[in-house]
């Protein structure tokens, strides 16, 4: 029996939800992250121990995945995303380990899973290989995968779960770090249907194909939102900002974006004393994402419970 030489690296990514500005942020307009620190993919590579196994495998239980990485296998989603990272990284024929990849965020919920997994899988092969990557090069190889699940996803989602902070993103901009200067209490709740930001973006873009002057209205009033919700964020106005999602939120449903239940979980959570709430992320399902303060969070977060399949209380400081 060989002892494995070499132990084996974990890393963790979070999930994260968007504040302000979701597909509008796609046609180039800014749009408010946050990291959802609650909910995180781990990826696990594992040395390859023995001469007989000597080739690369991807190992995802929670979608009972076990499969080499080699030519044969590329059809997978997972697979093709993990061979893109190797790709990227110079490694497709040098690495021969394991990774083991976990995730506890609802796929195709708004919540950033696919970006998740990639970021713990390169941040995991960082730190075993020794890479040196900068978090920005991180990023950048996350986006990659990303093109390869979503088609043309704006760079929102790699970015705030790469850099596990509060972001205001803009393609072809700086990202601007944001800080409250007290926490802020948001509850991030569930309406159990899944919708995949693959078809989300293209629903989107067709209807915006098909009524030009509307959508560009429409962003334009987001982008509006976002400018406010920024200050209004940097100075913890609660209130200002509970306004503004629900504004964010009423132009999401005039486009088509929200569904009866995510409206129910919207109208549940201001009525129980919520400041504001708001489809969060691709829509069409997914998540919604309200804000209340401290001596309310309880009533809302039980009002939600009752209809939502999960709720999550999070700070964000
Ligand atoms: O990952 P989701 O489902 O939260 O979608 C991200 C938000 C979109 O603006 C709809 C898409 C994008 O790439 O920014």
Redesign the pocket.
């Known amino acids: 029996m060989v002892n494995c030489p070499v132990t084996s690296t974990t890393s963790t990514a979070p999930a994260?939800?968007?504040l302000f500005?979701?597909?509008?942020?796609?046609y180039g307009y800014p749009?408010i992250a946050c990291p959802l620190l609650q909910l995180k993919s781990t990826a696990k590579i594992t040395p390859h121990c023995s001469p007989q196994n000597n080739h690369s495998r991807i190992i995802a239980p929670d979608i009972n995945l076990v499969s080499s990485l080699d030519k044969s296998n590329r059809k997978h989603k997972l697979v093709k995303v993990i061979n893109t990272i190797l790709n990227s990284l110079n490694i497709t024929s040098t690495f021969k380990d394991s990774i083991h990849v976990v995730s506890d965020i609802p796929l195709?919920?708004?919540?950033?899973?696919?970006?998740s997994i990639s970021t713990a899988v390169i941040k995991a092969l960082n730190d075993h290989l020794n890479l040196n990557l900068t978090t920005e090069q991180i990023n950048k190889f996350v986006y990659e995968t990303?093109v390869i699940q979503?088609g043309?996803?704006?760079?929102?989602?790699n970015t705030v779960i790469a850099y596990e902070k509060p972001i205001l993103y803009q393609k072809d901009y700086p990202t601007e770090a944001l800080s409250p200067p007290v926490p802020l209490l948001f509850i991030v709740a569930n309406s159990g249907t899944p919708?995949?930001?693959f078809n989300?973006?293209n629903k989107?873009t067709k209807n915006y194909k098909n009524n030009k002057r509307v959508y560009d209205t429409a962003m334009q009033n987001i982008t509006e939102i976002v400018r406010e919700g920024k200050n209004a964020f940097n100075s913890g106005d609660y209130k200002l900002l509970g306004q503004l999602m629900n504004q964010n939120h009423e132009i999401l449903d005039a486009l088509g974006v929200t569904t009866q239940l995510t409206n129910i979980l919207v109208k549940t959570s201001l009525e129980s004393g919520a400041l504001g709430a708001k489809i969060?992320?691709?829509?069409y399902g997914?998540n919604i994402v309200a804000i209340t303060e401290k001596e309310h969070y309880q009533e809302v977060s039980s009002a939600l419970a009752k209809i939502s399949s999960h709720t999550i209380i999070t700070q964000i400081s």
């Not at 195709?108 to 970006?115: D, E, Q, T």
């Not at 043309?152 to 989602?157: H, R």
């Open positions: 994260k939800f968007i500005g979701e597909h509008a942020v796609v749009s195709s919920s708004g919540l950033g899973s696919s970006a990303e979503h043309s996803p704006s760079g929102v989602d919708s995949s930001t989300s973006i989107f969060s992320g691709a829509g997914g």
